[in-house]
C-alpha cells in the first residue's frame, strides 16, 4: 500500500515538513520567510546564501536566487536524490506521522552532508537603564512631530540618562546621554528598544530578550475603528496617534506579516474597516509596500505625500510643525 500526498497533508502542514527538514540549516531553530541561508541542496557552503522560504499562493514553499523553486515534497525528492512516491515514504517515517505503507527499507542518504546543529554560547540579555524624567528640553524633539508628553506615556516611551547591556559576544557596554545626544526607550516586558535619533550611525539599539513576532501598537489598538495602518516604525505609530489614527509596525519594513500571528488575526477580524500600509516613500518601503500588498491583498497601499524633506509620515507632519512654528 502506497502512501498518497492527501495522507500526508491530513496530518502536516507544507511549513511543517520544510521546518522538519531544514531546522539543522537554521541553527535547530524554526525556519523563517526571508531569512537567506547558504542553499542546502548544494554541495559546497555559498559564500553568499540565496536560499529561502516563502509563504505564496496559500502554500509554503522555498527558492533560491540561483533560479531553484519547489515545493516542501520537492525539496525532500532533490534531498534524498529519489522520486515523489519514496519521498512521501521518507517523510512519513522521518515525522513518525505512523501512515500505513509497505515501505520497510533504510532511508537512503541525503546526497548532500546533513550539518550538524550548531552549538551557540548562551547570550547574556541582563541590562540596566536609568530613566529619568521628562523635561521642556526632553520633549521638544517629539513636539516637532505633534506628539504630546501623555501620548508618549501611553506607548511607554521614556527619557533615559544612561543604559547598561550586552551585545551577541557578551560583551557588556554603556552609553549616556548628552545635552545633544539624548536616549529614549521604548519600554517593554524584558526589552526595551532604544532610540538616540541624533546618534548615527546607532540610531536603535536592542536590549533585553526580544521576541521574535512582536508588533508594536498593536496593544493600543481600539476595539474598533474605520482604518488600520500598517507603517514603518515605532516613530510613525506614535504620530498617528497623536494625530487620531490606528496604526502598528513590525520589527522591520523587511519583515512579512505572515510571521506575526496577531496582525494575521486583526487582518481576519472585523475590527477595523479598511486596512493600508504606508511605508516611507523610498525605494526599500515602495518595494515592500507592492510585496506586502501582491502578498495580502487587503492592505491597500497609501503612500506618503511627497514632500521636499523626508519620506515617511512623521516627516510629513514635522513639516506641518516646522511651517506653523515659522510663520
Known sequence: MSIQKEQIEDKVTHKDILDHFLRPYYHGRDIKQGVLISNPLLATKQDTPSFNVYFKGGAWRWKDFTGMDGSAFDLVMLMYGVEFPKALDIINQEMNLLIDSNFHETIPQRLIKKPEIEIIEERNYNYDMDIIDWTEDLHRFW?????SQEVLETYKVKPLRAFFAYNKSNESYYVEATE????YAYMHEGW?????????????LYIGQKPDYFVFGFHNLPEKGDNFYLVGG?????TMASHGMSSCCLNSEESSPINYPKLLELFKSLR???????YDNDTTGV????KISEEFPILKIKQVPEMEFGNDISDYYKNKYSNRLSK
Open 143 to 147: 513636539k516637532l512631530y505633534g506628539i
Open 180 to 183: 545633544r545626544e539624548p536616549i
Open 192 to 204: 526595551a528598544k532604544i532610540y538616540r535619533p541624533y546618534s548615527a550611525p546607532m540610531k536603535f
Open 234 to 238: 515605532e516613530k510613525d505609530v506614535i
Open 272 to 278: 477595523f474597516k479598511n486596512h493600508y500600509i504606508m
Open 287 to 290: 518595494r515592500q509596500m507592492n
